[in-house]
């Protein structure tokens, strides 16, 4: 007779699940099943506490982010509402690790300028499209918010004759 591989576990939040335990060795599968019960908690169940959590740490992303826009008068965002929040909080991500690392004069007066541009950027695609790169550094955000004119965006766009 062969030995069961999916085997079928109750977990600590009470529901049932089979699991394939192909990878753990033959003779310990049954032990392992009954550690994966009493330690863990169902797929279902960790995706919903692992989504919660998310959801929570987002909404308080956004009302730090609400309050660092209202102390550096920062102006409300433009776009759709997805757009709005996430860029907000990008916003609040990219304009709060300049401020905190402005160290000596010079790079203090540089976070001030870059803040005072950031004003002027209301555009939630803006913020969307340049800041999102998880490689870029405090100088990049300064050099790309500094730069920014979203005015020449709509302005230099040229009409073609081409309908579609």
Known sequence: ???????????????TETVDL?????????AHAFGLGKNRV????????????????????????????QEHDLPDLTGSD?????????????LSDVLDSDETPEQQAQASRVVAAARELTRAGWWLDNTTDKDLTVEDFCE??????????????IETENPF
């Open 1 to 15: 007779m062969a030995i069961k591989t999916k085997l079928p576990i109750e977990f600590s939040c009470g529901h």
């Open 22 to 30: 192909t990878r753990v060795p033959a003779g310990r599968r049954k």
């Open 42 to 69: 169902c797929t279902s169940c960790f995706r919903k506490k692992s989504s919660e959590g998310l959801e929570l740490q987002n909404r308080q992303t956004l009302l730090d982010a609400d309050q660092f826009a």
């Open 82 to 94: 997805k757009q709005v929040n996430w860029a907000t909080r990008v916003r609040y991500q990219a």
């Open 144 to 157: 790309l918010i500094l730069t920014a004119d979203e005015s020449s965006n709509d302005a230099d766009r």
